[in-house]
């Protein structure tokens, strides 16, 4: 579950979270919300199809992340299966099921 934040913060269910105005890139933002430490840098980038070398330079902020790898990581951080046949039908779902939340939420933030 995720608790809707200002721009800035976040906070999952589990109590991880902080404050991203401290991070120093996005990638970083991002790892620290899967639960990374810095230790875990190269899992981590891993998982979005980088080498050493550009997860080294993406967390230094020498080089920024492309558009691929951001999808990437959204993918992951919300928990997407990797896309085959089989499972367009699911992500297609859970695309809808997160449309109907937002319709939700938004008739919510308009009766206050």
Known sequence: MV????HGSFKVATN???DMDNEKTDFEIWMRALGYNG?????AGACIGLTNTSVRMTKKGDRELKLVE???????????PEW???????IHALAL???SLQAVQSASSEED
Not at 39 to 43: A, C, L, T
């Open 70 to 80: 951001r999808l990437a990581m959204s993918a992951i951080r919300a928990g997407l």
């Open 16 to 18: 991880k979270g902080g």
């Open 97 to 99: 099921l997160r449309k």
């Open 39 to 43: 230790k875990q840098v190269g899992e």
């Open 3 to 6: 608790a809707i934040t200002p």
């Open 84 to 90: 085959t046949p089989e499972t367009d039908e699911e």
